[in-house]
């Protein structure tokens, strides 16, 4: 596999960016919590010249909300069938495999990361998805493991001190 083609970055919501935990108040809002870590890895895909497509089964405002935030290039919810968004997504947009980066921790993940040439997942992610995953995070969803998987791509391709220093000023 190599690294350096990655440039399309796919990732999932629920038990990936978050703890898989949906809140709902007694209005029927629904809120989850977010990682603030996980957005030093979006930063630093984006100077990567990674797209982002953030791709969930389910709808919620605190995803257009917090996606926006991390100025993601696609924002796609309520997608049942991921499978067949993707395929359709890929053709429409001209995206080889070995482009691909598939972020996910669940079954219904499983489909589209087909799709992929690279698979990552959290620490806690369902043995289905670890069984096919190129990187397993020591990290659980919602504790920045989007953050560590994309700081494994970028450290196999020797940009993430560099671009961690730009971003950040960081002397590292």
Known sequence: MDYNKINFLIIDV?????DAGIYYDEHGNEYKKFCTKDAAGFFAAREANMKIMVLTGRQCEAVSRRMT???VDYIVQNIKDKEVYLKNFIEK???RQDEIGYLGDDLNDLSGM???GFVGCPADACEEVKSVADYVSTVKGGYGAVR???SHILRIRG???????KIYGAGI
Do not use: S
């Open 159 to 165: 940009q993430w001190n560099d671009i961690i220093a």
């Open 69 to 71: 935030e991390l100025k």
């Open 93 to 95: 947009e001209k995206l």
């Open 114 to 116: 087909r799709f992929a």
């Open 14 to 18: 629920d038990g990936t960016m978050t």
């Open 148 to 150: 560590d998987i994309i």
